[in-house]
T-cell receptor
Framework: AQSVSQHNHHVILSEAASLELGCNYS??????LFWYVQYPGQHLQLLLK??????LVKGIKGFEAEFIKSKFSFNLRKPSVQWSDTAEYFC????????????FGQGTTLQVKP | EAGVTQFPSHSVIEKGQTVTLRCDPI?????LYWYRRVMGKEIKFLLH????????ESGMPNNRFLAERTGGTYSTLKVQPAELEDSGVYFC???????????FGSGTRLTVV
């Protein structure tokens, strides 16, 4: 069955700390991968996406993610977090041949202490 | 460009009542999706419209849920009668027929008491 799993449900960091949020997927066939962020009171926004090509993907606000096919992983990273990064982060996937239906992970709440 | 608009933003209803959620997609987006997040769980797909046609409704929980997309523009999701387990945040998203461009609305928080 298709699934996306996020390892950490709640992460607390101090400003300037490095961030890595884990995401693993189980998907038959070619998969497209995404990270979304939801800031408090706002809508889901796309941070970055991977369709093909360079497995290291750079997104907005200094975030990046690396697609490692052998590990079925797509972890999100940021070298130095800011208080404004406090939000909930979602990893998601869909098959390249499907209708665009997204499979989401459980979400990770990131709290950055000033 | 205007984003995806959902209303109401919050709704509190009693068990057994009917509620209708509305989603206005980005103008020109043929694809419209509904998702739901029950507290503590992941965001789950409900259904997908292409224009006015239901492309995939495999995620609809049961026949108490009815989605429509009149004229391929806005969409409504009706829950009748509502049950306690229907509480959650209902998200709508739209995307164009080509390219990625998946855009989410802010969601409707439904509480059934």
């Amino acid at each position: 069955a298709q699934s996306v799993s996020q390892h950490n449900h709640h992460v607390i960091l101090s400003e300037a700390a490095s961030l890595e949020l884990g995401c693993n997927y189980s998907y038959g066939g070619t998969v497209n991968l995404f990270w979304y962020v939801q800031y408090p009171g706002q809508h889901l926004q796309l941070l970055l996406k991977y369709f093909s090509g360079d497995p290291l993907v750079k997104g907005i606000k200094g975030f990046e993610a690396e697609f490692i096919k052998s590990k079925f992983s797509f972890n999100l990273r940021k070298p130095s977090v800011q208080w404004s990064d406090t939000a909930e982060y979602f990893c998601a996937a869909h098959g390249s041949s499907n209708t665009g239906k997204l499979i989401f992970g459980q979400g990770t709440t990131l709290q950055v202490k000033p | 460009e205007a984003g995806v608009t959902q209303f109401p933003s919050h709704s509190v209803i009693e068990k057994g009542q009917t509620v209708t959620l509305r989603c206005d997609p980005i103008s020109g987006h043929d694809n419209l999706y509904w998702y739901r997040r029950v507290m503590g769980k992941e965001i789950k797909f409900l259904l997908h419209f292409v224009k006015e046609s239901k492309q995939d409704e495999s995620g609809m929980p049961n026949n108490r849920f009815l989605a429509e997309r009149t004229g391929g523009t806005y969409s409504t999701l009706k829950v009748q009668p509502a049950e306690l387990e229907d509480s959650g945040v209902y998200f709508c998203a739209s995307s164009p027929s080509s390219g990625y461009g998946y855009t989410f609305g802010s969601g409707t928080r439904l509480t059934v008491v």
